[in-house]
């Protein structure tokens, strides 16, 4: 591989995407987890649920930052590498990135210190909205996020003028044949993140003997939440895949290696090995018709291969040169689809088993769970990868070339050593981020009070905490308890 300033600089803004990626998809699914566990805390008065909530909030708050601290980076290679790209995009992102800071980045500040410090300074109401205030903001950064590369894989609501690409329907631009989908599945993956996040290292803890209510707790209702999350994952990853196959029909054909258009019914490929060269899978093995089932709902329609795909917005013939490459899209998108199906029969067989009330005695399968996490990672990851690799060689699919978004002054030198230094400043950041999570892992929940009286309690509930308090300490002074 060559490496040119178009190379160097695609691969710049991958290390640093993907390093960031890391943080984003866990605030959100943590943080949703954490709404639901406050509101536990408010609903029950169980201060196992509030200590829940506080100790996943000192977790939430170091991912939160790194996050912050490693998206900032990406917006100054849009300046540095991306010149061309950044005039062409300029209109559109300018209003999606300004939304986002408006609805998202001064929600998460402005409520993330009631967040972390505000547990004995106000009410446990007012503490559980701002619990769901910075779960929202997470979210809402995910949406015009999403929506802005959206834009980029499915263009519409724009037109371009004098080579910049400019706004003319702003909530056409909002949402984009392919934005509500590809959000949908996005949010999906975080929570299940999250739930797998939180399970790895409540899974640890009952190994381990410790923390054991705490643990249970927690893992029961991540597990419930990870199950369900993983069942919308599939839905939705189903629905992104139809969208693709009517939006970037050049995008499905790379997912499925499927090179060559075929009449009736396409088949479904289960396995086997891409040879791009031949246009050609070796040892495969195919669902007859399987591939038409699932994008037109039926056995017979064909499904568009690689060799007649179009590219939408393109005013001539697309040549071969025009389509994504086959085999980072295909693994990765396989990749993703594999976890996905395991993440689905692993939480479906874990619920079984905890509603027989085994599921704790099983440690062989706890300690699947404190690994999963990393395939939570690894799934996010490929399917981010699976998305911008499929759109190639458009950076906005059929109306820029990737290779025409790059910036001229900038030489392949100075790109090198920029990756360089940040990937050894990202190798600090990571190591940090470990041993600070680390630390608060071994450290552990706090240990709170078993009986306390509900937040939300009645008048008249208190009352009754009170007269049997006293009750307790008349008994207690009585001669007969004196020694």
């Not at 993703?336 to 993440?343: A, K, Q, R």
């Not at 458009?394 to 360089?420: E, F």
Request: with cysteine; aromatic share 14%; net charge neutral.
């Amino acid at each position: 591989m060559e490496l040119d300033v178009l190379t160097l600089s695609r691969l710049q803004f991958a290390l640093t995407v993907m390093f960031h990626y890391l943080f984003p998809p866990l605030s959100i699914g943590l943080g949703t987890l954490m709404v639901f566990m406050e509101g536990m805390y408010l609903k029950t008065g169980q201060r196992q649920y509030h200590g829940m909530t506080r100790f996943w909030t000192r977790i939430f708050a170091v991912n939160f930052a790194m996050g912050v601290a490693t998206g900032i980076v990406m917006e100054f290679q849009f300046g540095t590498n991306w010149a061309h790209y950044s005039r062409f995009v300029g209109d559109v992102f300018g209003s999606a990135l300004a939304a986002e800071g408006i609805f998202a980045f001064f929600l998460e500040s402005g409520f993330l210190a009631v967040l972390v410090f505000g547990w004995d300074r106000v009410s446990p109401r007012m503490h559980f909205f701002a619990t769901l205030m910075v779960a929202l903001g997470s979210i809402f950064s995910a949406i015009w996020i999403v929506v802005a590369n959206s834009w980029q894989q499915t263009p519409a609501g724009s037109v371009i003028r004098n080579g910049r690409a400019e706004v003319v329907d702003f909530w056409a631009m909002v949402f984009n044949p392919s934005s509500m989908i590809r959000l949908a599945h996005v949010l999906m993956g975080s929570f299940v993140l999250g739930a797998f996040f939180v399970m790895s290292i409540c899974a640890f803890y009952i190994l381990r003997g410790r923390h054991l209510d705490f643990a249970r707790r927690s893992f029961t209702l991540a597990l419930i939440f990870g199950a369900l999350a993983s069942l919308g994952s599939g839905l939705t990853g189903h629905a992104s895949g139809v969208e693709v196959a009517n939006h970037q029909p050049a995008k499905l054909a790379a997912f499925e290696a499927h090179f060559h258009s075929t009449e009736g019914g396409t088949p479904l490929l289960l396995f086997g090995i891409p040879d791009p060269e031949r246009e050609q899978v070796d040892h495969a093995v195919y669902f007859p018709a399987g591939l038409s089932l699932l994008v037109h709902g039926d056995l017979t329609t064909p499904v568009v291969g690689m060799d007649r795909a179009a590219i939408p917005g393109l005013d001539r013939p697309a040549t071969r040169a025009d389509k994504p490459p086959i085999m980072i899209p295909f693994l990765c998108f396989h990749i993703m689809v594999g976890l996905g199906t395991l993440f689905v029969l692993l939480t479906l067989f874990a619920l079984y088993l905890r509603w027989k009330g085994t599921l704790f005695e099983k440690r062989w399968l706890l300690w699947i769970f404190v690994v999963a996490v990393v395939g939570a990672y690894l799934a996010n990851q490929v399917g981010w990868i699976a998305a911008e690799v499929g759109r190639q060689p458009w950076i906005v699919y059929g109306q820029l070339r990737t290779a025409d978004g790059v910036s001229p002054s900038v030489a392949a030198d100075q790109v090198l050593a920029s990756i360089l230094m940040f990937g050894f400043v990202y190798l600090m950041l990571f190591l940090v981020w470990v041993f600070v999570l680390n630390s608060k892992i071994q450290h552990g929940p706090d240990e709170e009070p078993e009986e306390p009286v509900s937040p939300g309690a009645r008048p008249g509930d208190l009352f009754e905490a009170a007269g049997s308090l006293a009750a307790r300490g008349r008994s207690l002074t009585s001669p007969d308890n004196q020694e």
